[in-house]
């Protein structure tokens, strides 16, 4: 690897950790506010901009926090293993065992957050739908950028296995 692209590489690894932690102190600052979201767009709104499908007034509140908190928590999750994956590509550690056991977890809890967005959004307000097909789209993606790092320890191993 020349130099241009090594530092390329480490400035692109620094861009997406800051990224990461941006993304976690922003979500830590909806996580405050939340509340005050929710209850603008489901109790204060007369307009009728952000109706439901199903639920109105408190029902619909307290679904879309508890979900909401309940995003929240899978968001993080997916951030910490979104960060240890940077932190050991970073570390010339690429194609192992545990890249692989995060982005399984990170797929996983994206499709979590794919169900229960569907819920949300069926019941609560269908602008919450555009999340739910967010995620089913980066569920799919990862899945495949999870088995092209499967397939590659495979052969990482068997070309280990055969020196």
Same mark, same amino acid.
Request: aromatic share 12%; charged share 15%.
């Given at each position: 690897m020349n130099k241009q692209n090594k530092e390329s590489l480490i400035?692109? &690894? +620094? &861009?997406? +950790? $800051?990224? $990461? $932690?941006l993304v976690a102190i922003a979500s830590v600052i909806t996580c405050i506010v939340g509340p005050k979201i929710v209850s603008y767009v489901t109790l204060e709104s007369n307009e009728g901009v952000f109706e439901s499908p199903w639920?109105?007034?408190y029902p619909r509140f307290w679904i879309i926090i508890i979900g909401g908190y309940i995003c929240a928590i899978i968001l993080f999750v997916m951030l910490y293993q979104l960060y240890r994956l940077v932190v050991r590509i970073d570390g010339g550690e690429v194609f192992s065992e545990r890249n692989v056991r995060s982005l399984k977890i990170i797929s996983d809890v994206v499709l979590m957050a794919c169900v229960l967005t569907f819920i949300m959004g069926i019941t609560c307000g269908f602008f919450i739908l555009l999340i739910c097909a967010a995620a089913a789209f980066m569920t799919a993606i990862i899945r495949v950028v999870m088995n092209a790092f499967s397939k590659a320890v495979e052969m990482k191993d068997e070309l280990d296995y055969t020196v």
């Amino acid at each position: 690897m020349n130099k241009q692209n090594k530092e390329s590489l480490i400035t692109s &690894v +620094k &861009v997406t +950790k $800051i990224f $990461i $932690i941006l993304v976690a102190i922003a979500s830590v600052i909806t996580c405050i506010v939340g509340p005050k979201i929710v209850s603008y767009v489901t109790l204060e709104s007369n307009e009728g901009v952000f109706e439901s499908p199903w639920l109105t007034g408190y029902p619909r509140f307290w679904i879309i926090i508890i979900g909401g908190y309940i995003c929240a928590i899978i968001l993080f999750v997916m951030l910490y293993q979104l960060y240890r994956l940077v932190v050991r590509i970073d570390g010339g550690e690429v194609f192992s065992e545990r890249n692989v056991r995060s982005l399984k977890i990170i797929s996983d809890v994206v499709l979590m957050a794919c169900v229960l967005t569907f819920i949300m959004g069926i019941t609560c307000g269908f602008f919450i739908l555009l999340i739910c097909a967010a995620a089913a789209f980066m569920t799919a993606i990862i899945r495949v950028v999870m088995n092209a790092f499967s397939k590659a320890v495979e052969m990482k191993d068997e070309l280990d296995y055969t020196v």
